[in-house]
């Protein structure tokens, strides 16, 4: 047998175990691109899966700061309301404190009036009988 019929040989041998494996091989590929065209697909709607779970955690973060910011806006008020009602307190304490002075005076003039008019009152009296 000559070189060349045995490479024939050889080549034809060769090519009929190497087609089936090429065929295998080109089914893997298409495999392996259908599993890419997939994950690409997939990895897309997680994407936008993730984007619209951002945004929902986003809008929640920003109820959430604005709760937070209208609790810190009732504490500062109820914080202005304690010092107003503090300064409410001490004004009607003074204002106690006075009115007290002030009827402890009256009562001492109504006392000294009537003090005065009882005097008057017997003067008068007395010099009318003599009169």
Do not use: C, H, W
């Not at 590929?29 to 936008?48: F, H, I």
């Not at 899966?49 to 910011?69: D, F, H, P, Q």
């Amino acid at each position: 047998m000559s070189v060349n019929v045995y490479l024939l040989l050889l080549l034809t041998v060769l090519v009929i175990f190497i087609i089936p494996i090429l065929i295998q091989i080109s089914r893997m590929l298409a495999s392996v691109t259908e599993l890419l065209k997939t994950a690409n697909e997939s990895v897309k709607m997680m994407a936008g899966e993730l984007s619209r779970t951002l945004e929902s955690a986003n809008k929640v973060i920003a109820t959430v700061n604005g709760i937070i910011e209208n609790a810190r806006e009732l504490g500062s008020a109820f914080k202005a309301l304690s010092e107003g009602a503090v300064k409410l307190g001490e004004t009607l304490r003074d204002s106690s404190s006075y009115v007290t002075g002030l009827f402890s005076q009256l009562t001492g003039f109504v006392s000294s009036l009537k003090t005065t008019l009882s005097v008057l009152t017997k003067g008068l009296l007395k010099k009318g009988g003599q009169g």
